[in-house]
Antibody, heavy 123, light 103 residues
Framework: EVQLVESGRGLVQPGGSLRLSCAAS????????MHWVRQAPGKGLVWVSR????????NYADSVKGRFTISRDNAKNTLYLQMNSLRAEDTAVYYC????????????????WGQGSLVTVSS | DIQMTQSPSTLSASVGDRVAITCRAS??????LAWYQQRPGKAPKLLIY???SLESGVSSRFSGSGSGTEFTLTISSLQPDDFATYYC?????FGQGTKVEIK
């Protein structure tokens, strides 16, 4: 069974940092592109970042570029999102999501999602 | 960047109704569209990919159609579990969501 389990949720002050993790199981993690998507309270889904299968290629939404870093450890079957210089507007539930094989570069969708990890940025 | 626009934002319906949600792209995306269902407090669930392909395990009550810039998600006979919010997606662009609520 495919599972994506996020951890690292929490309350952080503006300007602070937090790292989210997404532990994958039930599939060959190293063969899949992975993404982060977030959802502010009561709002819609917003794409955040993506990483290719070996971590050599990453992309970010303009709103987080230069502050967030996506990475992965294929030996540990884990995806990460390092979030620095956090702002109130980064408050959201963060989901990791898997792209099915054959859909990697510009055209993709998500076949499995994690349960979400709430990040609250507030003083 | 491609923008995705859904309508309506909210849809009130009864159990057994046939409902349709529209998603429009700001430029042609061929058939590269997915639909998700999200229940409160839960992660999105994939329903439809490539505009009309039903994800494995998803009820056949759900169907998708369209190509180019206009797409439709249809629920043939609304069931209690179907009251949720639905999102369309083209790669990094999501629609704003359509909430299906009980009339």
């Amino acid at each position: 069974e495919v599972q994506l389990v996020e951890s690292g949720r929490g309350l952080v002050q503006p300007g602070g940092s937090l790292r989210l993790s997404c532990a994958a199981s039930g599939f060959m993690f190293s063969s899949y592109w992975m993404h982060w998507v977030r959802q502010a309270p009561g709002k819609g889904l917003v794409w955040v970042s993506r990483i290719n299968i070996d971590g050599s290629s990453t992309n970010y939404a303009d709103s987080v570029k230069g502050r967030f870093t996506i990475s992965r450890d294929n030996a540990k079957n884990t995806l990460y999102l390092q979030m620095n210089s956090l702002r109130a507007e980064d408050t959201a539930v963060y989901y990791c999501a898997r792209v099915p094989p054959g859909y990697s570069s510009g055209l993709y969708y998500f076949d499995y999602w994690g349960q979400g990890s709430l990040v609250t940025v507030s003083s | 960047d491609i923008q995705m626009t859904q309508s309506p934002s909210t849809l009130s319906a009864s159990v057994g109704d046939r409902v349709a949600i529209t998603c429009r792209a700001s430029q042609s995306i061929n058939s590269w569209l997915a639909w998700y269902q999200q229940r409160p407090g839960k992660a999105p669930k994939l329903l439809i990919y490539k505009a009309s392909s039903l994800e494995s395990g998803v009820s056949s009550r759900f169907s998708g159609s369209g190509s180019g810039t206009e797409f439709t998600l249809t629920i043939s006979s609304l069931q209690p579990d179907d009251f949720a919010t639905y999102y369309c997606q083209h790669s990094r662009a999501f629609g704003q969501g359509t909430k299906v609520e009980i009339k």
